[in-house]
């Protein structure tokens, strides 16, 4: 290639990197809340179960005396919430969780465990530490918008796909200078800021990636669905149906209750053998599906690494725009 076609092509790629970047700028502006309340409610989401076990009373240790068990249950039952109305009481067939209580007050209810071996109040079903965090999967879930939150979610998915995806072209840094882009240096030209965006959002692609098409799969499925059989990938992406075992789905077939050309998906009952396709492992790393624990808990730090990034370049864009602009207006004057 000649100096004269290197000229050439220049400014296009100059022209290309600047809107590459202003697409990554603005979607990172327009979607910053909603990625950090995503990110930290995603994490929390996937140790739901952990904090329940930790805040909400409802497991009990058994001891060797018998427990309480029907009358004698309903009456130390009565005894103890006596300033109460008992509604209903449920026993599990797990000795070592706790009796369910639902309680009435001045036509308020409120629900209870109960320790069927020592006969005591356990505390609250749900406790305000369980409020704060089923809050957040709340809003993970359906954004507290009863008819069309999910959706929303699911074109969320799509945005940070886009950014994702422009974010690949800008942390290019050149044939000389792109092994920088895969740690953080104190010889780097960049600032520590810069180098955390970048070099953290490299190493997290493959998540970031998982995160935004299992997204769209959960809340966009059909959407999703009619882009990929428009790309050819269905097949390849093994998508047809999701988690549930051939058994299951050939006697769906045989009853007519599943027809030939029907999209489901039992999120559930992923599938763990062999078999499972490309997406259900997009959807176990979504739910953080993982029997080891330190695979789960590594996630979850994983998880809250685009909180990091939203941080991170909100500072830089507010030093490197909205300071700027600010000081050229203040000069000006």
């Known amino acids: 290639m000649n100096t004269l076609q290197r000229w050439s092509l220049a400014p296009k790629t100059h022209l290309l990197n600047k809107t590459l970047f202003q697409i990554h700028l603005w979607a990172g502006i327009v979607l910053g809340l909603y990625m950090l309340m995503i990110s930290v409610s995603g994490a929390i989401y996937m140790v739901e179960n952990d904090l329940d076990r930790y805040f909400v009373p409802g497991n009990v240790i058994p001891t060797e005396t018998e427990p309480l068990r029907n009358d004698e249950l309903e009456a130390r039952i009565e005894e103890v919430y006596s300033d109460f109305e008992v509604f209903m009481f449920t026993a599990s067939s797990n000795p070592e969780r706790a009796v369910l209580v639902v309680l009435r007050q001045d036509g308020v209810a409120e629900n209870r465990y109960f320790d069927q071996y020592r006969g005591v109040d356990r505390g609250s079903s749900l406790p305000w530490q369980a409020k704060v965090y089923r809050w957040f999967i709340n809003f993970h879930d359906d954004l507290f918008i009863e008819n069309g939150g999910r959706q929303i979610n699911g074109w969320g998915a799509v945005v940070f796909l886009v950014m994702m995806l ?168």
């Open 166 to 333: 422009s974010g690949i072209f800008i942390w290019w840094r050149g044939k000389t200078q792109w092994r920088h882009g895969f740690y953080l240096s104190k010889q780097s030209p960049r600032g520590t800021l810069w180098q955390f965006h970048s070099v953290f959002g490299f190493w997290c692609l493959f998540f970031m990636f998982a995160w935004g098409i299992s997204g769209m799969l959960i809340a966009i499925p059909d959407t999703f669905r009619t882009v990929t059989d428009a790309l050819g990938l269905s097949n390849i992406l093994n998508m047809g149906v999701i988690g549930m075992p051939d058994v299951e789905i050939q006697a769906m077939l045989d009853s007519g209750e599943l027809g030939p050309n029907d999209f489901i998906m039992n999120l559930g009952e992923i599938r763990s053998d062999n078999s499972s396709g490309f997406l259900d492992i997009m959807v176990d790393l979504h739910f953080g599906r993982f029997q080891a624990a330190w695979a789960k808990w590594a996630l979850v730090v994983i998880s809250l690494i685009p909180a990091g990034m939203f941080i991170t370049g909100f500072i830089l864009w507010w030093k490197r725009v909205v300071m700027r602009t600010y000081r050229k207006i203040l000069t000006n004057n």
